[in-house]
């Protein structure tokens, strides 16, 4: 049985997240209490029907906090029934979600007459810790539409196609923040930049203008080679560890030129290698 627990702040996303793994063939359950979460397991696998081959359960702060405190010692026993037993967690930046709740007017489930929305989203931060510290993937919607949202999930949960570790590649432009799901992040805003170049301001780093641009510069080499040799050197130990994924960001100025050619590189080097190999550009979606 594969099992995805799907938790995240209100707003970031765990509705489509599990509607998304719905339509994957995922048996689907919103809002299960942690402590039945064992006794679902316990139905769902040691009988010998097994009616559920493929299951998500989402997990959020509606739950009381005493439940969720010990979220790691139930995991741990879901784990020891043999399960495959994976959880996403789903965030974004407080600003983002403010302007979510005030575009829909929803309300916040731990809103209340003496506690203001923005007092309720770090509050629930801190009462979905446990969780968030077990995630085996992270997702950050801050500038993440539904649509790319059900994509990532899509690609990323539902539809991986063997146990093998998953890469995620993602250029990303630093003028719109750090995404907060990453592993490990390249600044490469040192590099020569195509955008003062007016041929070449308009386009993108999978252009050829663009590329032939940055593969004249010994330091665009110099600096793929390092990236690449730095990343043989440690993936298989992540590998090791049995990580189901592993994120690399690349960023600079624009998320346009530079960070894109070199995921694209990086991507290109990968493929073959046995690893599940996903590409995005945040600021070209």
Known sequence: MKLVI???LSGSGKSIALETLEDAGFYCIDNLPVNLLEAFVEQAVIQG??????????????????????FSDTLDLVKKRGVDCEVLFLQAQTEALLKRFSET??????????????????????LLEPIAKCADLLIDTTHTNVHQLRKLVRERVGV???RSMSLFFQSFGYKNGVPLDTDFVFDARCLPNPHWEPSLRRLT???????????????????????????QRWIPHFDAENRSY????????????????????????????????????????
């Open 6 to 8: 799907v938790s995240g």
């Open 49 to 70: 029907h097994k009616p559920y081959p493929k299951a998500a359960i989402s997990i959020d702060s509606r739950n009381q906090n005493s439940a969720l405190t010990p």
């Open 105 to 126: 007017r929803r309300k916040h489930p731990l809103t209340d007459a003496s506690r203001p929305l923005a007092e309720a989203i770090e509050l629930e931060r801190q």
């Open 160 to 162: 991986r196609p063997n």
């Open 205 to 231: 780093g999978r252009d050829a203008g663009v590329v032939t641009f940055l593969d004249d510069s010994p330091d665009v080499r110099g600096y793929l080679e390092d990236v690449v040799s730095f990343l």
């Open 246 to 285: 592993l994120t690399i960001a690349v960023g600079c100025t624009g998320g346009q030129h530079r960070s894109v050619y070199l995921v694209e590189a990086l991507a290109d080097y990968f493929k073959g290698k046995t690893y599940d190999i996903l590409v995005r550009h945040r600021e070209l979606s």
